[in-house]
């Protein structure tokens, strides 16, 4: 692990609304009043159209190596801060560039024009140390005029990500730890009561293995939102244990005729990203449910982690302790034995 | 092929009656009958709703190290038997480990509690020469009570696996057998004349090469259900020659507006299933038609097997029987030649 | 680049009806009749039902030991011709193959007899400078008389390639340049002002590397179709920057209940295609905006291209033509550096 810094995975259990609040820190317009801080989880959305929102994001450098983005001097993380809007509003950030190195940050699923490209192909990128605003606008789906056909609007599940650093495409960014997630809402859908971030990038989770990955914590019955993103250069299929949602915009079944396939197991590959909802322990009860990549030379090398459904009160659940115990006890075997017998055993195989 | 043992492969050419026949073994409400035996191919699905089945599993040890799921003792195939519920239904499995190795079995798409998530993480396991009681249970879309919003149901072409053997992740138990597919029905869906189960894991079919890979049979007009799943670590795009199916949860459309995609190939990577039902040899009449990974080196290593489609009365179209005597002559190269030409040589280059 | 002819990148960039005019050599009903010549970018197809169309495809060999298709003798190119049809038309293509190898010509997503499926598995391919004709047929959904299921019609984004040549799956033939686009469109359908195809073979673009990929090029507010192909052995994840699109059949919602998910970036593996619309620079504005694969090793080594988006007039954008000198003087680096800083230098560091 020595290579990879010891960043707050903590940041990545992320209650929605303590999200809108650091989120706000130097808002214009505060995120969290637009999203309405007092909703419910479960209410729907009904923000204000075409809010302006001005941040300062500000790219530092971590212990390792490692590079982080933050809203705060001193509070880069990787992932980076989860950002979200609403369908119409624009989100202009002044990106502070603490290194020394040329770094950039690019969307996916927002509107830029190419000074806000990220990309060095337009020259979009901050130099050592130097200060950029970069501006991302969003919109609403439109009719196209020809039939019942709409172009589409900009909500979705996506994310950011340097596009500078390494290579022209960002690759040593990437490999760093310069991505983000970045949620776009459409007035109307349902909010979370919480929002989990969860980033494979090659054979990591958040820029960590097992036991390190994130322990993403829900009550029961609670609405969560997860948010899985890709990196690097291979292969991933993200599973999560107990649950399972529709292969579709938000998770949810459009009615009753939604065709969308309901899924467990998603392909997450590199540059890609998607979202859903569930009901933490529906139909399932609490418990410390698994998720990971089920690309087997990946979980068993430590793409994995848990999703821990507390009781509706939030206490633990039975046995729901000692199975934390036993994940960070967990022998990640790096081959198949087929004399493999039960373990009990306390060790970390390859983790210290 | 020593290294693979010569189970039946007959049992993947599967008639959907004989599956539920054979199902119905130690069930406390046979699935033949909740599913109407008599209905003929097309017929619509009516029945009864939550019904507790229970059956009794085994794994057992097959030649050359490999492992299999079976209904009765002795009978252990790889893949596992075809499992299939309705929405609503419970599955009550007695997992019965004659092996002295540790083992489980865990579902995707249905639900179950901790108890019976079959990973080292949660206890749930068989050890050497134990038996187990693993509990499904399914249940059908739901209002969330948020507009048109329903939580998808369990209906899916889904698969079990173990999660216990070799690793934590079971990547012993997947890489020796021990998998199967797993369908839930909603009900009113249109029912299969034929099943067919293709698992890629990693260059295998069905944990065969080809010309050993399973020959799939129907005759002409047939509905035909396949259920395609995939393990390992590999990336895999699973095509069907000549016939296409919409991209959703059943492969037909769903009225006139159903934006899905027509597809004829779909990537198919580790943990993942997806299932649809065609009619054979519609729009392109019998004959002897290849299923096959698309990823070239895939393909040309032995991952591909015939779709024999008959004539609707059943007897053998012209051509196809010199089709699979080629296809058993087959030669695969293992590299692209530029000088390559026709061949009609009946060598096997590689298998044997 | 000497292992790849330098044939013809220009004809990638396709005016719909300079394609169609192309394509009307040989036929029986001009294509460009039964389309439309004179509809304007976005008006939706009203073409006559069940039209036969004849052509002759040729494949030749290419300079450095590629093969191509062409309509015409001496025009073999990578990809192939873009080959355009209506659901119902049924398209008859002789074959004449002017190699001294083994060839054929095998499609996705329309309707064949064995005898026309291209394999060698049925015998369907033509010899060294053999001439063959192959038929592929296609129809609309119908429905099932199954409640509101339809059987799905052919309209999709698809292609053909060799499946003959090398080996029996033809991984020759697509090493060398064998394959090329096929879409097949639905009555009502909206027709593009120009389409562009892209096909992902392993590390090539087209058989291209970055800076000698294609340049696509439109106006801004034109209606631009992509078809993205897959062939190969390698994973790709297909990226066009500041455009996004619905993931269903067409990339336009089908009203504000459609629940397809908005992406910019989507799996494209071997074997498999895709397509969609947009309109280009909407909400974006002009300039050089990339495509490319977003498997970092893949962009790094040269899977990126330009989508130049030029002013409403046509004029050249500010800053275009810079991007445009910069690419071609890009650096690919094989590796990613942590020391990395801004360059301006213009060497071709491994396209010489």
Chains 1, 2, 3 share one sequence.
């Not at 020394?100 to 490209?117: A, K, Q």
């Not at 709409?150 to 960002?170: E, L």
């Not at 899924?263 to 590959?269: A, H």
């Not at 890609?272 to 690309?295: D, E, R």
């Amino acid at each position: 692990m020595d290579k990879h810094a010891q960043t707050g995975w903590l940041q990545n259990l992320v209650n929605r609304r303590s999200v809108l609040a650091t989120a706000t820190v130097g808002l214009a317009v505060p995120a969290a009043m637009t999203l309405g801080a007092a909703a419910p989880g479960g209410s729907t959305a009904q923000a204000q159209t075409g809010v302006v929102k001005k941040i300062t994001m500000y790219v530092e450098d971590l212990p390792n190596g490692l590079l982080g983005y933050g809203l705060e001097p001193g509070k880069a993380s990787i992932p980076g801060p989860l950002l979200e809007i609403y369908e119409g509003d624009t989100l202009e950030i002044t990106l502070v560039n603490k290194t020394d190195e040329r770094v950039s940050i690019h969307p996916h699923g927002v509107d830029y024009s190419v000074e806000s490209d990220g990309s060095p192909l337009n020259a979009s990128f901050n130099g050592p140390n130097e200060t950029r605003v970069y501006t991302w606008r969003s919109r609403e789906m439109a009719s196209t005029g020809h039939g019942r056909l709409y172009t589409p609007g900009s909500a979705g599940y996506w994310h950011y990500h340097d596009h500078a650093n390494g290579t022209d495409h960002g690759t040593g960014g990437l490999a760093r730890g310069l991505y983000g997630g970045l949620i776009v809402r459409r007035r109307g859908d349902v909010l979370p009561d919480r929002t989990f971030v969860a980033v494979l990038n090659d054979q990591f989770i958040n820029h960590k293995k097992a036991p390190d990955t994130p322990m993403f914590e829900a009550n029961l019955g609670q609405r969560v939102e997860w948010l899985a993103i890709a990196h690097g250069t291979s292969l991933h299929t993200f599973h999560l244990h107990a649950h399972r949602w529709a292969d579709n915009r938000t998770g949810y079944l459009e009615g009753p005729a939604d065709p969308s396939p309901i899924i467990d197991i998603k392909d997450l590959n590199p540059g890609s990203s998607f979202g859903f909802q569930v009901i933490a322990g529906q139909g399932v009860g609490p418990g410390a449910w698994m998720y990971h990549c089920h690309v087997q030379s990946h979980s068993d090398t430590g793409m994995a982690g848990i999703f821990l459904v507390r009781n509706a009160d939030g206490s633990m659940p039975p046995g729901a302790q000692e199975a934390i115990d036993r994940f960070h006890g967990h022998v990640h075997a790096s081959a198949p034995s087929a004399a493999d017998t039960p373990r009990t055993d306390e060790s970390h195989a390859h983790h210290n």
